[in-house]
Every structure is written in structure tokens, then in C-alpha cells.
């Protein structure tokens, strides 16, 4: 096999990677896949890299070399640990200004290349997520749901995506000194990933179609041990990536719930080897202990975060009574309970004295999340008229407490007024349960404020404090409207005489910012001619 270095000649666009262990019988279709790329095979290479298979593969490999010499290469390692010695022999040969690395049983789409280089070119973005489609894509369709141009680990779902199938700018990884770790039994590619992805100046996302479809890849079996201990070492490595903070926070919570969150529902509910289970949920626990921060926690799922604190403590005996009712798709419905504000979830060991976890353990306030939508604005004088709907998905519409709230965006002066319910009984939320009470309609007096005098000088933004059994949620006013609603420029709207300017006089212009939001320019002006 063709097994020797490439010299700095040569440069292509994009390098594909291909990593192959016993698999000969995919590995055609895989290659085929980069062989009829649509960016056409003078702007990329193929590596192939035999991980120490005792089939045909390298046969296959060979071939494909001897048959395309100036296309592809090929070579070969000695097994190891896992795959990191052969995507880091690959790496070492790479002469693509980008770099992606396949599996034998993957296959990219016809034109996935062209897409995610030129993605890649256009957004000057060092790594590329192209669209995934397969077997256990599921936890990563959200990152999918949209083509994005420049996204981040932090502001996006990019970061739950880790897997080494991706377009990542060559330069980068030689810049960081990014490598495949060989001392990690799994997870070297989560790691490489993970690094490339916190050492990125720019995401992209390709989600407009699916570039890459994986294939279902045998896994050696991983012990559980081994993934509590891969938690550990993501945990490790993005604290020593990124300061305290809510940027490590958000990283770090996603390895909680996905690795460890996993490892240790599999050994309280497996029936493993009790040594094996016993030695993984102790290593947990010390992982929770002394790894696990207040902010990453505070983020996970409450089902997920009160098995933790149970595991936190030693009580593997509850913790295995929350795994079972997490995993027992049959369960009853969980009952919130509404106090002074606060939206609690009534999960199994709230406030059970024996146990005695902290009530903010199921505190689910942030997760309510409101529907909400502005179907009319329109001046009356100097009233403004909104009318829409706005309920919280979680709660009922009763105890209405809703208002309009008008912000001043430079002092921070409001302004809020009451709304009025409006019944509609075909109002429901997204799984159909009424709420009839979510109507609303608003008489904004800007020529007479709560103070007697009228809305003063100013950038007003228009928000809905949506308030309903007690407790309230604050959402922005215009972003989501109606498809009817006009939103064309209108001329100032006269207001009130000014107050502290004789002569002058109040007029109100409103408008739609770039997001979407409603806002009223409120400015003095001396009064116009009036006609006869």
C-alpha cells in the first residue's frame, strides 16, 4: 500500500479521510460517494486508512489507490486503542485546505462537498457541520433544523453534534495542534471535535439537505466504567478550554446529560455486573462531586439532575426509583405545583423529608416557555390599539395578571398597561389543551401615561409581561405576528401638546426593528400646518 508522506505540493480544496476496520463489504459504497462528488475530484483527495483489519478491506483500499492514483491514497496502522491512530495518520498526510473524516459505512450526498466548502469559503467559517441522516441522528436534529451561516457552541446546539464528520478549515488544527487522543478507549473523537469546535472563530451549518448518511458502524462495547470515566475527561477538557462561566457551563451540561447522564441510568437499571455497576456508580458520584458545577447542573433536565444529586449523595437505592420512573414511558403525568411565583415539578423525592433535596432541584420556572402572537396594531388618535394572544404552554389561563409594557431603551423608564381577556374557546396549546383565556386586547394611552402626562421623548420597545396563575414571563411584542398585520412605515402620530416645550407638540412614529420588534419613536416637532 501506498504508505508514504506527501510532500507541501499539490494543495486541494478538501481532504475526505476514511477510516476503515473490517468493513470491506461498505467500504465500495463509501468511496463511492466521494468518487461522484459534484466539486469534481481535481479539488480533493481521498485517504483511506486501514485500522489494522483482518478482511478485505485493505484489498479494497489498494485497489482504489492503484485504480486512482492521483485521487486517492491509502495506508495502514497497527489496531489501536481505538480509532485515533488512524484518523491521525490521515491527518498527518492531509494537503486539503479543509479536512473530513468518514467512516467505512458512511456516504456523503452527491453534492455535500460543494455545499459545505462553499459554506465554509463564503462565512470563512473553521468548521462546517454538513447534515446528518441515519441511524441515531436523532439527538442531533435540532442543530439541523436550519442552515446557519455563523453560529457558535454557545448560542447553538453545534456542540452536541461531536462527531469527527464534519468540515474542519486544515489550518486550524494545525494552528491549536489538534490531534486525535490515543490513550482514550472512546470518545477520541469527541474530544478532537470538541477542541476544534471551542477553537473556532466561526461555525456554519449546512442544513438545508443531508450531506453525510451514516452508516449503523459496529461499536466495540464500552464498559461502564469506561463512560463514566470518558464524562470525566470531557469535563476535564472543557474546563481546561474555558473559564468559569456560562460558556463552560452550557459545554459542560451536555456531557452531563449525554455521557454520564446515560452511564449511570444503563448501571442502575441494567443488570450488569454488580462490580462492574458498583465501581461505575461510585466513580459517578465523584464525578458529580467534585467535577460537576452548580451552573452545569442547574441546566440539565430535572429528572437527570435529581439522579445526580441522589448519586452525589450515595443513595443509589433512589436513584434507582428516578431512573425507573425516567425510563417507564407508561408513567402518570408529573403535576406542577405554582408557589409565590415559582413553578415546581412534583418529580418523585420532592420535599420527602427522608431524602430532604433542595426545592431548586425542581424548580422548572425557566422552562415555561409562552406562545404568544400580535394580530392588530393600529392608532386610534393617540391611542395605540394591540390586540393578539399570549399563554404559557405549561400553565392554564386562569389568575390573568397580563400587561403591555413599554420600555424607554436608553434610561429604562416603562410604562405598563393592563390588557383585557378575551375568551376564544378554540385556543389551545401545542398538544390541544385549552386556553381560553390567552386572548387579549390593549388600549396603549400615549398622550396620558400613568404620571398624567404623556409618554415622554424617546425609543419606546413594546413588550408583554404574560402573567397567568401567578406567575410571569416577559416576551418581546411584534417579533411573532400575524401574517395580516401591516407592517408598512406610517407617518408620526401627534400625540399631546408638549408639556415642557410651548409651541411644540408629541408625536409618536412606529416601527419594526430588525428583529422583528415593535418600537415608537417619540419625539417633539413643531406642529404642522393645519389644513382648512
Known sequence: ???????????????????????????????????VQTIGTDRLELIGVDDGSTDA?????????????????????????????????????????YVLFLEATDRLAPDALERMVTAADAYEADVVLGKLEGPGRAAETAVFRKSQPYTDPYTSRVYWSLTPDKLFRTSLLQRRGLAFPTDMPIGDDQAFTARALIGADNVAVVGDAACVVKGASPQ?????????????????????????GPRRDKLQSRHLEVELGK??????????????????????????????TPGALALLPRMVAVRFALLAQGRFAEAQRIAAFEADKDRPVVRKTVENGRVFTTLPFFRDPQVALPDELFDITGDMTVTHQLEKAQWDGPMLLLEGFAFFEQLSTKDRATRVVLRERTSGAQES????????????????????????????????????????????????????EGVTQEVRLGPKRSASL???????????????????????????????GLSIEVSRRIPLPRQA
Not at 415642557?500 to 428583529?515: F, H, I, K, R, W
Request: aromatic residues 4%.
Open 1 to 35: 500500500m501506498n504508505t508514504a508522506a506527501v510532500g507541501p505540493t499539490g494543495v486541494k480544496d478538501v481532504t475526505v479521510a476514511v477510516r476503515v476496520r473490517n468493513q470491506a463489504a461498505a467500504l465500495d459504497a463509501c468511496l463511492a460517494s466521494v468518487l
Open 486 to 516: 401591516d407592517t408598512t412605515a406610517r407617518m408620526p402620530v401627534r400625540i399631546s401638546a408638549a408639556p415642557d416645550a410651548q409651541g411644540m407638540e408629541l408625536t409618536a412614529t412606529p416601527y419594526y426593528t430588525e428583529s422583528g
Open 263 to 292: 452511564a449511570t441510568a444503563d448501571a442502575l437499571l441494567s443488570a450488569a455486573d454488580a462490580a462492574e455497576r458498583d465501581q461505575a456508580l461510585w466513580a459517578a458520584a465523584e464525578v458529580l462531586r467534585t467535577q460537576a
Open 220 to 244: 466495540e462495547r464500552a464498559t461502564l466504567p469506561d463512560q463514566v470515566a470518558l464524562a470525566s475527561r470531557m469535563l476535564a477538557l472543557v474546563a481546561s478550554q474555558l473559564p468559569e
Open 57 to 97: 478491506s485493505g484489498s479494497v483500499l489498494a485497489r482504489a489507490a492503484h485504480q486512482y492514483p492521483a485521487f486517492v491514497r491509502a495506508g495502514q496502522v497497527t489496531q489501536g486503542l481505538s480509532g485515533a491512530g488512524a484518523r491521525n495518520w490521515a491527518l498527518s498526510q492531509v494537503r486539503g485546505r
Open 417 to 468: 398597561c393592563s390588557v383585557t381577556a378575551r375568551r376564544d374557546d378554540g385556543l389551545t396549546n401545542a398538544k390541544g389543551r385549552p386556553r381560553a383565556m390567552g386572548r387579549f386586547s390593549c388600549r396603549v394611552n400615549l398622550g396620558q401615561t400613568s404620571s398624567g402626562w404623556p409618554l415622554p421623548p424617546g425609543t419606546w420597545d413594546l413588550h408583554l409581561a404574560v402573567g397567568f
